[in-house]
């Protein structure tokens, strides 16, 4: 008797057609999961409220610090990142509260959007998608606010609609030069694991990330990373919070557990995740994103195309945005058409455009469980794509990643 499956598993063996290989997913997130980490998620569920889960679980909240940069507390949430963004804004604020936000792509405007349905004021600065966060722009708006009316700075580290990853520490010197008390809250969702991030060194109050990006997991995890002053200011802030409320889950977290019930296969999941991560070595897997992000940019200049990110300095290790050509009467070539004629030859998935930038751009991503062969073999597909799409480019860009690779190698 034939069985009727859920869409939803029709949808996933589509991408698993017979006789085309393991689907190429280079979306810049969700990543590729390791199999490694998959196994270790299939584990059998066990008590989260036994011996051997405690045991788990105060090794990896001692051992996800580092991935931070930090020797504070990291907060493990069951949620996604836009459930750490909440957390991240209800532990440290008070209705109408003032926070400064600057508009450098998809991802900042998201999280504007939320601070003003949680009751808050932000004030979103205009800011070109093509470069990322101005530190100077920051710096002059709070040397204006006397008051200390802005409570927050809130910046994205790593912008994935656009691939440009911002200057943190510019961030922390501009509040620190205007002598200004907001908290810095950064959303590094997308380049943990795979960006190097220092929290401490830094002085960032709060650090928003999720499992589904660099640290090559499924998604359903948030993590805030906090500081000693966030910490004491959310003992007064007022935003209501139950679920996102850190004192509870930091009290119970001191024993090895969780006020609720915890995502403990991903917890399992994420204690593999960082025991690759420290058999490789932080520097390497950060130095490996850099080299495959410039192999990616020698690719897409020899195929005569225009990437979004205009500043070198800011050039994402996570993802390649790149910008579709201008077609007949002034108008570029389809992004999404051509994402589709990828999917269906080579049964490879690129990042759509986002927004401002839907349907003009292709996002290539390159992280996570990711390595030589992998890039190549995902860089010839978009320029196999690119020629039955009819979008206009050069040959050998492939070649020039390969050089690039070869060079560094």
């Not at 017979?18 to 590729?32: A, E, K, Y």
């Not at 390791?34 to 569920?45: K, N, S, Y």
């Not at 960082?274 to 520097?283: A, C, P, Q, R, S």
């Not at 992004?335 to 759509?352: P, Q, T, V, Y």
Request: aromatic share 6%; charged share 20%.
């Amino acid at each position: 008797m034939q069985r009727d499956f859920p869409q939803a598993i029709n949808a996933r063996s589509s991408l698993n057609r017979v006789g085309q290989g393991r689907h190429f997913l280079q979306i810049p997130g969700p990543s590729n999961v390791p199999d490694r980490i998959l196994r270790a998620i299939d584990f059998p569920t066990i008590d989260h409220r036994g011996p051997e889960f405690q045991a788990l679980a105060l090794r990896v909240l001692e051992s996800v610090r580092p991935l931070f940069g930090t020797s504070g507390p990291v907060v493990l949430y069951p949620g996604s990142g836009t459930g750490a963004w909440e957390a991240a804004l209800v532990n440290t604020l008070s209705p109408g509260d003032e926070v400064l936000m600057l508009e450098a792509g998809h991802f900042a405007t998201l999280w504007a959007r939320m601070a003003t349905r949680l009751g808050l004021k932000p004030e979103m600065m205009q800011g070109s998608w093509r470069e990322g966060v101005r530190a100077d722009v920051i710096a002059e708006r709070l040397k204006k606010d006397s008051q200390h009316a802005i409570k927050a700075v809130c910046v994205v580290h790593n912008e994935t609609s656009t691939g440009i990853t911002s200057d943190i520490a510019a961030v922390r010197k501009a509040i620190d030069s205007a002598k200004h008390p907001a908290l810095l809250l950064v959303d590094t969702i997308s380049a943990l694991g795979s960006v190097e991030f220092k929290f401490d060194e830094w002085g960032v109050d709060v650090a928003v990330a999720s499992s589904q990006k660099g640290l090559m997991m499924p998604p359903g995890m948030g993590l805030n990373a906090v500081s000693q002053k966030a910490l004491e200011v959310s003992k007064t802030a007022k935003l209501p919070r139950a679920f996102w409320a850190w004192d509870d889950i930091l009290e119970a977290n001191k024993k090895g557990f969780w006020p609720s019930t915890p995502n403990t296969n991903l917890i399992y999941g994420l204690a593999e995740a960082i025991d690759m991560f420290n058999e490789e070595g932080l520097d390497r897997v950060f130095a490996r994103h850099k080299r495959h992000s410039a192999a990616t940019r020698a690719c897409v200049e020899a195929w005569g195309l225009e990437i979004v990110c205009q500043n070198p300095a800011e050039h994402s290790p996570v993802l390649t945005a790149v910008m579709m050509p201008e077609g007949t009467g002034g108008k570029s070539h389809d992004a999404d058409a051509f994402r589709a004629i990828a999917l269906e030859k080579f049964n490879i998935s690129l990042g759509m455009g986002l927004s401002k930038l839907a349907g003009k751009v292709f996002r290539i991503g390159h992280l996570g469980d990711f390595n030589d062969l992998s890039l190549i073999g995902a860089l010839s597909g978009v320029e196999m794509a690119l020629g039955l799409a009819g979008v206009p480019h050069k040959a050998g860009g492939v070649q020039a990643a390969m050089q690039s690779l070869a060079k560094t190698a």
